[in-house]
């Protein structure tokens, strides 16, 4: 019979209430440094954090904002699906085959390594002004770092380990299931947590520049009428909501690496 350590026992428990620690004290140091920075500068276009968050309260109150949280939500969700979908069947597909991997891995770091922001016209010309738009740049924001990071673990992926399965004559199903997907999960998940923030970064970043409704509408409406104490309620509202399912998927990450990685 095995027996369990009391201290072995502990330490995950210990580990989940010293991340909570942080995650509670961290927002806690911020916005007791913006209300301080606040009264140094004495300033209307510096608005505390008291402040901010009333207009935040009052926008969430109503239907429009409300109706560009949905949009964003809505976009986010199905952008980032699709750059993890298609970003993980490419980099398996190309990781599987040193040539092909070989030949796509430069002019995928090239496309990755661009500003985004300087294609976006293009994205408009072909796509116009609307949800379309939007969603591609997204997903086109979110499916360059999993295909990279899922083709590179693929192609490190040990041989061995596929001849074996040859060998004994294991079906694709068995051989997907039992060595390819529990090989290849802990980067899958760490280039599903990058690309989360990413296609979030894209929306926003579309949304600004031709869209009727969203968060980053909503955002530069405030900028034209220079209601900077609406614009640093919502910039509050757009961390937490990038920052809640990152350290989620953090969270996730740390629990499949553990699990996966040996």
């Known amino acids: ?148 990071m899922v083709m590179a673990a693929t192609r490190a992926l040990d041989r061995n380990y596929l001849k074996l399965a040859a060998v004994l004559v294991m079906p694709w199903h068995q051989r997907l299931t039992s060595i390819l997907i529990p090989a290849l999960l802990p980067s899958i998940v760490t280039a599903v947590r990058i690309a989360f923030g990413l296609t979030l970064l894209g929306l926003i970043l579309a949304e600004m520049f031709s869209a009727q409704s969203g968060l980053g509408r909503e955002l530069v409406s405030n900028v034209a009428n220079v209601q900077v104490d609406h614009i640093a309620g919502q910039v509050v509202f757009i961390a937490v909501l990038a920052v809640i399912p990152g350290f989620a998927l953090r969270w996730a990450e740390k629990r499949v690496t553990r699990r996966y990685s040996a």
């Open 1 to 148: 019979m095995t027996t369990t350590m009391p201290g072995t026992a502990a330490r995950p428990l210990r580990g989940m209430l010293s991340s909570l620690g942080w995650v509670l004290i961290l927002p806690a140091v911020i916005l007791a440094s913006w209300a301080v920075l606040a009264v140094v500068v004495d300033s209307v276009v510096f608005p505390g954090p008291i402040e901010s968050l009333a207009r935040l309260a009052e926008d969430l109150s109503t239907p429009g904002f409300q109706a560009s949280i949905w949009s964003t939500l809505r976009l986010l969700a199905a952008g980032w699906f699709l750059a993890v979908v298609v970003g993980t069947l490419a980099g398996f597909a190309l990781g599987l085959s040193s040539f092909w991997s070989a030949i796509f891995e430069t002019p995928l770091f090239a496309l990755y390594s661009i500003p985004k922001v300087t294609l976006y016209p293009v994205f408009l010309l072909f796509l116009g002004i609307g949800d379309a738009s939007r969603l591609t740049f997204a997903f086109f924001h979110g499916v360059f770092p999993i295909a990279l």
